[in-house]
């Protein structure tokens, strides 16, 4: 026999992992801005893929960080912060601002370029 509070755990979970898994919904606000063409470009541009394996791009072949194979399904950005399009964004454009002493540095990445990556991030499902 299952008590009420374990059935009502269950159906929870299986709510959220429902929820999760729905086809089309992108993690994060509605209102995330930011041109995924372009920061594909950029990813190039600024030579992330010196650090990161990123697929979809020619040479991003990087051991330092980690490799960015479906970063947009991940629950946490660097294992601490919650992953949504704002916060990546946030993150590349100050990855010590984010969180302080991690091994990414600051690359100097301005607002609108760091939108622009995370768009293209997101497609990396």
């Avoid at 374990?6 to 995330?32: H, M, W």
């Avoid at 893929?49 to 946490?76: E, F, K, M, Q």
């Avoid at 916060?87 to 984010?98: F, K, L, S, T």
């Amino acid at each position: 026999m299952v008590r009420p509070t374990t059935r009502l755990l269950i159906v929870a979970l299986l709510a959220v992992t429902a929820a999760a898994c729905e086809p089309g919904k992108a993690a994060g606000p509605d209102n995330f801005t930011g041109d995924a063409r372009r920061g594909s470009d950029l990813v190039k541009q600024y030579q992330c893929g010196s650090c990161h394996d990123i697929p979809g791009i020619a040479g991003a072949d990087g051991n330092v960080g980690p490799p960015l194979h479906r970063i947009g399904t991940r629950t946490y950005i660097a294992g601490y912060i919650q992953n949504s399009p704002d916060n990546m964004a946030d993150w590349i454009e100050d990855p010590q601002r984010a969180l302080p002493g991690n091994a990414m540095p600051r690359i100097g990445i301005p607002q609108k370029d760091a939108r622009d990556i995370a768009a293209f991030l997101y497609t990396l499902k």
